[in-house]
């Protein structure tokens, strides 16, 4: 199974930047499914249902996200579909899920969604809520993506031991840099503590840079925006997965921008 999971799509320009190089991806990779997080898809911060249809419009499968899933808004269409997750580690009474299986063409995916706690909010243990998911879906499929959504890559690297062998990859999201530490685990998991950021080039992780500079050099917190021209990139990953036992075979991540 050939799986492209793309890092968080961040406003105007994550979406542009999808629309541009997305096309070339599938040729190159040929994947059987598509994945994305795209926890602040609509303006930098956030999803909405419009945005949200616009992305499968593109060809993705399914939408992983994290903190800043949790528009007033948003938490209906949250609420009803499923092909939009949320951390499964937020108390009973949340909306939405946080696992799915995805199926096409005879192949089975089981995506999880969790999310860090170390520097983030105090959430359900995402080490036992993650093993006990994965044990419970691999009734289901051996395949199982999990999105690691955290800060800390301590905690990332600490959770894909605690789940090597359980699932077939963790990848980790949310500080919106892509780091350069693939692998794939003894047990079989295919790891990486940050798949990256769709969005602009150059801004600071998406961001204005100089909203973020004044606010950086004054203290003075404010809003910061999603600048609509300048060039973007996709960041994201290619895994191949066994079929019949869910192991990593291979696993290799890309960088596209615009020159
Ligand atoms: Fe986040």
Not at 45 to 59: C, N, S, V
Not at 77 to 101: K, M
Not at 199 to 215: K, P, S, T
Request: charged fraction near 25%; include cysteine; hydrophobic fraction near 40%.
């Amino acid at each position: 199974m050939r799986v492209l999971f793309l890092g968080d799509v961040v406003g105007n320009p994550g979406r542009r930047a999808l629309r541009v190089f997305l096309p070339e991806l599938v040729r190159e990779y040929r994947p059987d499914f598509v994945l994305a997080n795209a926890e602040n898809a609509a303006g930098g911060y956030g999803l909405t249902e419009k945005i949200a249809e616009e992305l499968f419009g593109l060809g993705l499968d399914l939408l992983t996200s994290g903190n800043h899933v949790w528009k007033r808004e948003f938490l209906p269409y949250l609420a009803r579909t499923n092909r939009v997750l949320r951390p499964a580690n937020y108390p009973e009474g949340a909306p939405g899920r946080g696992a799915v299986v995805l199926e096409k063409e005879g192949r089975r995916l089981a995506v999880v969604n969790l999310e860090g706690r170390v520097f983030m909010r105090a959430l359900l243990c995402p080490f036992r809520t993650g093993r006990e998911l994965a044990r419970r879906l691999r009734t289901e499929t051996p395949c199982i993506l999990v999105d690691f959504h955290a800060e800390a890559t301590s905690e990332k690297i600490a959770l894909s031991w605690y789940l090597d062998g359980e699932v077939s990859a963790l990848l980790g999201t949310h500080t919106h840099v892509q780091t350069a530490d693939e692998r794939i685990l003894p047990g079989g998991t295919a790891y990486l503590s940050d798949v990256g950021m769709c969005g602009l080039r150059d801004g600071v992780i998406g961001m204005n840079r100089e909203q973020a500079l004044e606010m950086y050099l004054t203290q003075v917190p404010r809003k910061l925006e999603v600048p609509k021209k300048g060039p973007v990139k996709v960041e994201g990953v290619f895994l191949e997965l066994e079929d019949s036992s869910g192991r990593a075979l291979h696993i290799e991540r890309f960088r596209r921008e615009e020159c």
